[in-house]
């Protein structure tokens, strides 16, 4: 018997780490989670695109569960996303904040014009500084921030369909309750 | 025209193994070999293969310098304003190019072997040619299909999107080529192991044959991974020289298996002993070369090194690999179930020692492919993206590898088969004393007492005594006549070139061991802010001062060029330092080069940071700037040492032993032949 293991022992090894490997290869490697989730929302105070309205922070919308999108006119991928975000403004379950990211604002208004606007406010960050605050590394990103201020998820690139039920509906329930 | 004529090379190379090896597949299968024959077609085959890849190399090589931008390769990974070196190196900058270089390698590993082959029995030579021409086949085959170096890219680029800067380094020259001589090289001792299976000539001979080719191929790899280290070290700026990253890692595995493996094999060469040890390790050796392969280019591991990855590729690497080690390995469990160890020896012997080696080494290599993978298996069992660091791998590390420093010192002066503890205890456990001592006076000079540093640096020292007293003896008894004793220059040459270069390799790991536990123990490290004229002190009697910062402008980089000038005592100034940051064109990325003074017992070590601005209206020359001073000591010693165990392994190569002599040949090719019917029917 212990002869035998020693035979098959390397090749019952050979066989597991194909198997691990085969199911690691289907994963997105790079795809690394953010290091602000379960974080509080870092803190901002930017104008509203819209002129003469308040300035956008993130203290103005405590107790609610928001959204806060990152995007810019420049931006293609912003483009298939924008349906879903619509269809999110639609459900006026939850508050939609624009982030327009390194975007000149005569351009915001122009694209948002053409699209149909989702947001029920929306942050001017010309110079991309709150950005970097949030660690932005791609447009568009969607952070799902809860009714204590807290990061909970946050989606790299496009929101599809599935996106409100399985991140934002989960919290609104909570916060129901 | 050359793209295309490059592609056509790779082909032929493509047919002609494939061609060659599935002939004599067919012969061995129908018994028909005619050993002789098949000598004839394999050796022309090597070596057509290794004429046609280098053709291909030279032609990627020379698109690469002349910037053919139509090339889609070149447009990805050069630039026309990229220095000539780097345009040569580029053209293994990339996943396909890199494979060209591996399948290069492969080719060239196998033409050697037909060339200084012909001593070796004639069935087997065939069996071993046979083999490498099939992996070969297998891998241009990969090349061709899904990583084809010669891909076209019609319109051609005005511009080439530039090779990743942190590759720009004349390191980069030369660490993959050394890298790949050794990951490749141990398929020589893989088609050995296999051959001796399929023939079911698991005697010495075959370990005596594989020896020189798996010392040569451990003597690479281990150039390769101190030229990676050394270029990290210098390169990423942190003053690491070792990070345990997957594909640092993924290196270290084959190294680990390889020096279990050419300890193993001169047990078996010299006993006939631990033979199935030695077959799985030849066969688990090449197998962690291809993992290493897979895992740096399918990017199933998050990594630093993740300069060319697809998953695509990944399958095909992996089908490949479990392909190849899987039928070696069902092989080898058909044939070895009867020999087990082979020849007996007692529980105190060198037999023993080199025994207990193989098992640290393989548990050593357990436990790196378990912190390298962990993060693998946690994300497929829970779906959680996690990391193992450092912490880990030294923690299992130390206590694996210092254990050896000790058995080492003692080994080589056990003797075969059977020693009693008085002949081991009596040498070692004075000297044993006498290092510990020492280690402790040392520390206790150098500051606090600190009982890890005490045993690596005892180690260090124990295993440099055992090493020459060993030697000392050996040429005492070589001595003779005591009134009228042999030249010195003849015993030495009668010890053999095998002998010394173990020593020399032995000498070489404990300068290492020395080297790792002074820097580990008191380098130092400093995060400074600092402005134009300060100076701060490095450790005891080095003062640096910032004497200012301008801008340089390079080839294909611009970069902020900080001068530091180095002091020793009084004033005395003795290096400038002039660390770099710079910002790369094409892909605008910035990349730091830290500037070394080195030195045998310690290295000064500065790198850039980024300038600290205190008031926005601040001249560039007023800017403070953030500097990492690093004391490192001993380091040259790592470098040092690395290079001692190579030329070790080198000098290995020239041992009398291993020359095949015509004149045995004729015997053993009628045994074999005899043996190639057997195994055939």
């Known amino acids: 018997m212990r002869a035998n293991l020693r035979l098959i022992l390397p090749l019952l090894v050979l066989a597991a780490l194909t198997v691990v490997f085969v199911i690691g290869l289907q994963g997105d490697p790079r795809k690394l989670p953010s290091v602000f989730i379960d974080k509080p929302a870092p803190a901002f105070a930017l104008p509203e695109l819209a002129e003469g309205q308040a300035v956008v922070t993130p203290e103005s919308l405590r107790g609610k569960v928001w959204l ?110 | 025209m050359l793209a295309e004529l490059g592609q056509l090379l790779v082909a032929l190379a493509l047919a002609t ?14 018994g028909s070999l005619d050993a002789e024959a098949a000598n004839r077609v394999l050796g022309a085959a090597a070596l057509s293969s290794f004429v046609l890849t280098l053709g291909a190399f030279v032609l990627l090589a020379t698109l690469f310098v002349s910037s053919d931008f139509s090339v889609l390769n070149v447009a990805e990974n050069s630039n026309t304003l990229l220095p000539v070196p780097y345009k040569f190196a580029a053209t293994w900058g990339s996943h396909e190019g890199s494979f060209l270089l591996w399948n290069l390698m492969l080719c060239g590993w196998t033409a050697a072997l037909a060339l200084a082959s012909n001593g070796l029995a004639a069935g087997f030579r065939a069996r071993v040619l046979t083999i490498l021409l099939l992996l070969q086949a297998f891998f241009l085959l990969f090349l061709l299909s899904s990583s084809n170096p010669f891909e076209r890219l019609l319109p051609a680029a005005v511009e080439g999107r530039d090779l990743n800067p942190l590759l720009q380094d004349p390191f980069m020259v030369i660490h993959p080529p050394m890298l790949y001589m050794g990951y490749v090289g141990f398929a020589v001792a893989f088609a050995f192991a296999v051959a001796a299976l399929l023939e079911r000539r698991l005697d010495p001979t075959w370990a005596r044959w594989s020896r020189p080719w798996a010392n040569a191929a451990w003597a690479f790899l281990t150039i390769g991974i101190l030229l990676g280290s050394w270029w990290a070290y210098r390169e990423l700026g942190w003053g690491g020289w070792w990070f345990w990253d997957p594909v640092e890692n993924a290196s270290l595995m084959p190294w680990l298996a390889g020096t279990a493996l050419i300890h193993s094999l001169a047990v078996t060469d010299k006993r006939d002993a631990l033979k199935s040890w030695t077959i799985l390790l030849s066969i688990v050796a090449f197998a962690l070369s291809l993992l290493g392969t897979f895992l740096v280019r399918s990017g199933v591991l998050t990594s630093v090194h993740a300069f060319a990855t697809d998953p695509q590729r990944g399958i095909f690497i992996l089908s490949m690999l479990t392909l190849i080690v899987g039928a070696a390995l069902v092989l080898y469990a058909l044939r070895t179930r009867d020999i087990g160890l082979g020849g007996r020896f007692g529980r105190l012997s060198r037999e023993s020692f080199l025994l207990a080696n193989n098992v640290l080494m393989s548990a050593a290599l357990g436990a790196v492919m378990l912190g390298t993978l962990y993060p693998l298996f946690a994300e497929v069992i829970s779906g959680r993206k996690m990391s193992v660091g450092p912490p880990y791998f030294e923690a299992v590390f130390v206590p694996l590898l210092l254990p050896a420093a000790y058995l080492m010192a003692a080994a080589p002066g056990l003797r075969w088969k059977e020693d009693t503890l008085r002949t081991l205890l009596r040498p070692m456990a004075l000297a044993t004393a006498a290092s510990l001592a020492l280690a402790s006076v040392w520390v206790l000079w150098l500051g606090p007492f600190k009982w890890l540093t005490v045993l690596g640096l005892s180690g260090g020292l124990l295993l440099t005594w055992g090493t020459l007293d060993h030697a000392r003896v050996q040429l005492g008894k070589l001595a003779g006549d005591p009134q009228q004793p042999l030249a010195l220059t003849a015993r030495v040459r009668r010890l053999g070139a095998s002998y010394w270069g173990m020593v020399l390799a032995h000498l070489g790991v404990a300068a290492f061991v020395i080297g790792v536990t002074m820097v580990k123990s008191y380098e130092v490290e400093k995060d400074l802010v600092m402005k134009q004229g300060q100076t701060v002190e490095v450790g005891q009697g080095w003062r640096l001062t910032f004497l200012g910062i301008d801008r340089v402008e390079g080839p294909n980089y ?104 015509k004149a045995q040949a004729p015997a053993a090719a009628a045994a074999a032949v005899a043996g190639a019917g057997a195994a055939g029917a």
């Not at chain 1, 327009?100 to 929306?122: F, H, M, S, V």
């Not at chain 1, 009714?147 to 996106?163: C, L, T, W």
């Not at chain 2, 193994?17 to 129908?30: E, V």
């Open chain 1, 68 to 177: 806060l999108n990152v995007f810019a006119s420049w931006c293609a991928a912003c483009v298939t996303e924008h349906p879903h975000l619509l269809q999110i403004a639609r459900l006026k379950r939850v508050e939609l904040v624009g982030l327009a990211y390194k975007d000149e604002p005569a351009d915001t208004r122009a694209w948002l014009q053409a699209r149909g606007n989702p947001y029920d406010r929306i942050a001017v960050d010309r110079e991309g500084l709150v950005g970097i605050d949030y660690g932005v590394y791609g447009v568009p990103e969607t952070f799902v921030i809860d009714a204590q201020g807290v990061i909970r998820y946050k989606a790299v690139g496009p929101v599809d369909e599935g996106f409100f039920r399985a991140h934002v509906e989960p919290l609104l329930a909570q916060a129901g309750r």
């Open chain 2, 17 to 30: 193994t494939l061609l060659t090896s599935g002939q004599q597949l067919w012969a061995l299968q129908r």
């Open chain 2, 558 to 661: 611009v970069a902020q060029h900080g001068v530091f000038q180095l002091t020793e005592g009084a004033g005395q100034v003795i290096y400038r330092l002039e660390p770099q940051k710079r910002l790369y064109q094409a892909g605008r990325q910035v990349m730091t080069e830290a500037s070394i003074h080195y030195g045998l017992l310690r290295d000064i070590y500065v790198s850039l940071g980024d300038p600290v601005q205190s008031r926005p209206t601040d001249a560039v020359s007023d800017l403070a700037w953030g500097v990492r001073v690093y004391l490192k000591p001993f380091m040259v010693w790592v470098w040092l040492a690395c290079v001692m165990m190579a030329l070790g392994a080198f000098t290995t190569l020239l041992d009398r032993r291993y020359r095949l002599r």
